[in-house]
């Protein structure tokens, strides 16, 4: 009998490893496939080895050395500023929610509920925006938008309050004397953790990878952010591509198309893959008692 649950759990590790080299291998391939030759690419298809070693694509993003720093200053710039300010708002809005003892709670709780079936859409939010905030061309449309504020997070922060912060500390707290603010910070904050690296890991990902405030919203290069720099890098290629100019169609023959592609992915998404494994022992925690119903 033990003998026999040895191997069920001999089995069941050997397929997490399987799924776990499944899912590393779309990535091991996709930065094998930015160092190899673009000819080779053609030839033999993508490949785990580069048959042909090249750092082509990267020299030729390395063209705009410059504005690629500026745009990296620029995500970094708001994904910790947007980060930040956007767990301050949504943990000040959730914590009021988990208290049984504010009023119009389920009101409340409702409009939050509201905004994840219905929005403006998207010219009335690019009007709002654009017309009454102004601010389009600005580092606040890479900001703002993003911050008016999604209301899962604050769903699955209230729930942690609710179900993981204990009454009976908020209640000695009081007689205490502690006020309503300092029972926030100096209490249920320390004990949240978990939600708040996961909520923050969340957010910090949603502001690195976003382009489509950048797309609407900025015009002036000088603002572009990584994720808008790259896009419309690939989108020059494309043009060239399909170009029937003919210096257009030289000047396309010189670039390393799919090789580029790849280079623009892995610059793009480095930064947090190294990140992720310093949120991930309060990323499970968080997702699994924030989404206890409550």
Request: include cysteine; hydrophobic fraction near 50%.
């Amino acid at each position: 009998m033990m003998k026999s649950n040895h191997m069920n759990q001999y089995a069941v590790n050997l397929i997490f490893i399987l799924m776990a080299c499944a899912s590393i291998f779309p990535f091991v391939l996709l930065v094998m496939a930015s160092f190899t030759d673009q000819k080779a690419i053609i030839n033999d298809g993508y490949s785990l080895l580069p048959s042909v070693f090249s750092l082509e694509a990267y020299k030729y993003m390395m063209q705009s050395s410059s504005s690629l720093i500026r745009a990296y200053g620029i995500t970094v710039f708001i994904t910790i500023f947007g980060t930040v300010v956007g767990l301050a708002i949504s943990t000040m809005l959730a914590y009021p929610l988990s208290r049984s003892d504010m009023p119009l709670r389920k009101v409340m709780s409702f409009l939050v509920f509201f905004t994840l079936l219905f929005n403006g859409g998207l010219v009335s939010t690019y009007l709002i925006y654009t017309e009454v905030f102004h601010i389009k061309n600005t580092i606040w449309a890479l900001i703002i938008p993003g911050l008016l504020t999604n209301g899962f997070y604050i769903l699955l922060i209230r729930t942690f309050f609710s179900t993981s912060i204990p009454a009976a500390i908020i209640e000695s707290a009081y007689i205490d004397g502690a006020s309503e603010f300092k029972i926030f910070y100096r209490i249920v904050l320390p004990l949240s953790l978990p939600i708040l690296a996961t909520i923050g890991l969340m957010l910090g990902i949603s502001y690195w990878n976003d382009w489509f405030n950048g797309l609407i919203f900025v015009t002036d290069s000088k603002l572009f952010s990584i994720q808008n720099m790259l896009n419309r890098m690939l989108s020059d290629i494309q043009f060239l591509q399909k170009s029937s100019m003919t210096n257009a169609a030289q000047a396309s023959s010189n670039i390393p198309t799919d090789s580029v592609r790849m280079a623009i992915a892995v610059i793009g998404i480095v930064p947090i893959f190294c990140a992720y494994p310093f949120f991930q022992k309060f990323f499970v925690k968080g997702l699994t008692l924030g989404a206890v119903k409550g």
